[in-house]
């Protein structure tokens, strides 16, 4: 017979034997007459009156010769049998937690950890760099041989400075293709359609909102949405939301209903999407991370606190039977990760002070990726109460409790923005910071993999006495280990791997490239 567990979870332990009517009558009979006489009494008397019949059988000593329980005993047997199925349900199996394991614990390899600069993109911005993003981008070229446009992809690096400029460079030939100003303020966060890969969402300074089509150099969608600066935008996988977060503390929720949630073989050749405005959150405070993300079918629950601890478990996640869409986003000055279920607007919440799960809060959740499994969250912490350094912590989506926490070496400080990158295989994370260093660490065991200074370097695109401040990076998505760095020297620079650890099979000094 089939096991009804989910999959890898354990299965459930069987569930207490049932009693039958008369036995519970008689156990409830038997405890009334030992602890509530009158009450035994009572009940007794209205049973005889009511059913002659029903009072002789309950009157019939038990054929079993052993002796009733106490009620007591078989309600918290029952209950103590609940609670155990609860926790194996809840409890992953042995294989589940390998499998788990297995995409944590995988080794970086060492010939693509980035160890140096490899060149700078000269003179493509004249002023801090903001926003920095890599990306295969669609675009049409014409071919004088066929006299026809041809439609390709090409990976460019996609940044935004304080001038107001976004610019799209060709990674390797470092030469600027498209300028334009999505904004009448600074863009300070690019997101790229998932199905349309010429369509770039951005937001800026001024609580604008703009999608811009970069075959056609046009404006397809604007909106001043908010009041103050937009710091996060986001694209949900499918491209049929959009989503953006601002510091007058609301997160507006877009939908088209003219994107499929499975795109076609030709996507780009397909209608462009329309865009309304689907649902606005109000916040507490300053919203910090914006991320789309596919929750597991069904969910981990949210841990539950101690039994000594007053506060409440957080609400149970719905049994969903598939995969759902949620929008993720965490605030300044609050330790939770929230949910908002799409369709349905369903908000969660999930305590990261795990497993302390105080209402205090001693450090806010700055940054936010999402592991290429899609199983895990890797939040990146700041504002934290007293001195001290940065950490990554890794969480599995829906869930509370750290399965890895990476110590950064990044200072903290109330205004600092930090920001990472994780490797296409997700082995690496490299961070951002403000003494111009790039310090990448492998996610399997939290050491320290390179060290590399990457801005605050005079020469050309920068001046002496400039701030050495990384603003942001991001990994070229094509497996080569590259990240390209922007910073407040004015300066796009490309960190490379060193061929010698490639050819040296791997071995190399700890945090070695500074």
Not at 461 to 486: C, F, H, I, K, Q
Request: glycine residues 8%.
């Amino acid at each position: 017979m089939a096991s009804s567990s989910k999959p890898g979870f354990s299965p459930s332990p069987a569930p207490p034997p049932a009693l039958s009517t008369e036995t519970l009558h008689r156990l409830i009979l038997s405890f009334l007459a030992s602890h509530y006489p009158q009450t035994h009494k009572a009940l007794e008397s209205e049973i005889a009156s009511l059913s002659p019949s029903l009072s002789s059988a309950l009157s019939t000593p038990e054929p079993s010769s052993s002796p009733l329980p106490d009620l007591r005993e078989v309600v918290e047997d029952y209950l103590a049998r609940a609670r155990a199925a609860r926790e194996a349900a809840e409890r992953p199996s042995k294989e589940f937690e390998e499998q788990a394991e297995d995409v944590l614990a995988r080794e970086p390899d060492e010939g693509k950890v980035p160890r140096r600069v490899g060149k700078t993109l000269e003179a493509v911005h004249v002023a801090n760099v903001l926003c920095v993003r890599v990306w295969e981008i669609a675009r049409k070229r014409f071919d004088t041989g066929t006299a026809e446009y041809i439609e390709d992809k090409q990976m460019c690096v996609v940044s935004s400075a304080a001038d107001r400029t976004v610019k799209i460079t060709d990674l390797e030939t470092g030469e600027v293709e498209h300028i334009f100003e999505p904004h009448r303020a600074p863009a300070l966060s690019l997101a790229l359609h998932p199905t349309k890969p010429h369509l770039l969402l951005s937001g800026g300074m001024d609580g604008s909102i703009a999608i811009t089509d970069l075959q056609t150099r046009s404006e397809l969608f604007s909106e001043k949405g908010h009041a103050k600066f937009v710091v996060r935008v986001a694209f949900s996988p499918c491209g049929r939301y959009f989503a953006s977060a601002s510091y007058d503390r609301t997160i507006r929720i877009y939908s088209s209903p003219s994107s499929s949630s499975s795109p076609s073989a030709h996507p780009e050749s397909d209608a462009l999407p329309t865009y309304t405005h689907l649902h606005t959150l109000t916040l507490p405070s300053n919203p910090e991370t914006l991320l789309y993300a596919l929750l597991p079918s069904p969910p981990p629950p949210p841990p539950l606190p101690p039994s000594s601890t007053p506060t409440p478990p957080p609400p149970a996640a719905p049994p969903f039977s598939t995969p759902t869409l949620a929008l993720i986003h965490t605030c300044r000055a609050d330790n939770h990760l929230h949910y908002l279920l799409l369709p349905s607007l369903l908000t969660l919440k999930v305590n990261v002070d795990y497993p302390r799960l105080e209402s205090h809060v001693s450090f806010s959740i700055l940054d936010l990726s999402l592991h290429p499994s899609g199983k895990y969250l890797l939040a990146q912490t700041g504002d934290h109460a007293g001195s001290g350094l940065g950490r990554v912590l890794v969480f599995p989506v829906m869930g509370g409790e750290r399965v890895r926490t990476v110590w950064t070496g990044v200072g903290d400080s109330p205004y600092s923005t930090p920001r990472h990158a994780l490797s296409p295989c997700g082995t690496l994370i490299s961070l951002a910071s403000d003494d111009g260093l790039v310090r990448t660490y492998a996610l399997a065991d939290g050491k320290l993999r390179s060290t590399v200074r990457a801005h605050g370097l005079g020469g050309a695109g920068s001046g002496e006495g400039e701030s050495a401040v990384v603003r942001d990076l991001a990994y070229v998505p094509d497996g080569s280990g590259r990240v390209v760095t922007g910073g407040y020297d004015k300066a796009l620079r490309v960190l490379v791997p060193d061929e010698r650890h490639a050819e040296e099979g791997g071995r190399v000094r700890e945090g070695s490239g500074d």
